[in-house]
C-alpha cells in the first residue's frame, strides 16, 4: 500500500512558477514509477509527466514540455513537479499517482496509487 500526499498548490499570475511536491508512504517508493495527471472543471483527468522509478527516464505531455519538469528524491520518497510560465489553461486539480509497471507510464489506469490532488490556479 502506497499513500501519497500532494502539496504547494495555490494561485498565481500567468507567466509565474511553482514547485508541487507529493511525499509516499512506503519503503518501496523506488520500485514505483511516479506520475502527474491534472484535472480541469469539466474535462477528463489527463496525464501531464511521469518519472521512472530510477529517476533515469520521463515523459512529458506536448502541453508542458519545456516549462513543467518532473523530478524525484527516492531518498525522501518525494517526486517534485517544477512548473514555469504556467498559462491560465494549466489551471486544475493536480494528482500524482504511483505506477507497478515499469518505465513512464501515461494511461491512468496503469497506476494503482493515487493522491487527494492540489489545487493550481493560473490567472491572466
Known amino acids: 500500500q502506497v499513500h501519497l500526499a500532494e502539496s504547494g498548490g495555490g494561485l498565481v499570475q500567468a507567466g509565474d512558477s511553482l514547485r508541487l511536491s507529493c511525499a509516499a508512504s512506503g519503503r518501496t517508493f523506488s520500485s514505483y514509477a511516479m506520475g502527474w495527471f491534472r484535472q480541469a472543471p469539466g474535462k477528463e483527468r489527463e496525464f501531464v509527466v511521469a518519472?521512472?522509478?530510477?529517476?533515469?527516464?520521463?515523459y512529458y505531455a506536448d502541453s508542458v514540455k519545456g516549462r513543467f519538469t518532473i523530478s524525484r528524491d527516492n531518498a525522501k520518497n518525494t517526486v517534485y513537479l517544477q512548473m514555469n510560465s504556467l498559462k491560465p489553461e494549466d489551471t486544475a486539480v493536480y494528482y500524482c499517482?504511483?505506477?507497478?509497471?515499469?518505465?513512464?507510464?501515461?494511461?491512468?489506469?496503469?497506476?494503482?496509487?493515487w493522491g487527494q490532488g492540489t489545487q493550481v490556479t493560473v490567472s491572466s
Open positions: 518519472i521512472s522509478g530510477s529517476g533515469g527516464s520521463t
Open positions: 499517482a504511483a505506477s507497478s509497471f515499469s518505465g513512464t507510464p501515461s494511461a491512468r489506469i496503469l497506476y494503482n496509487y
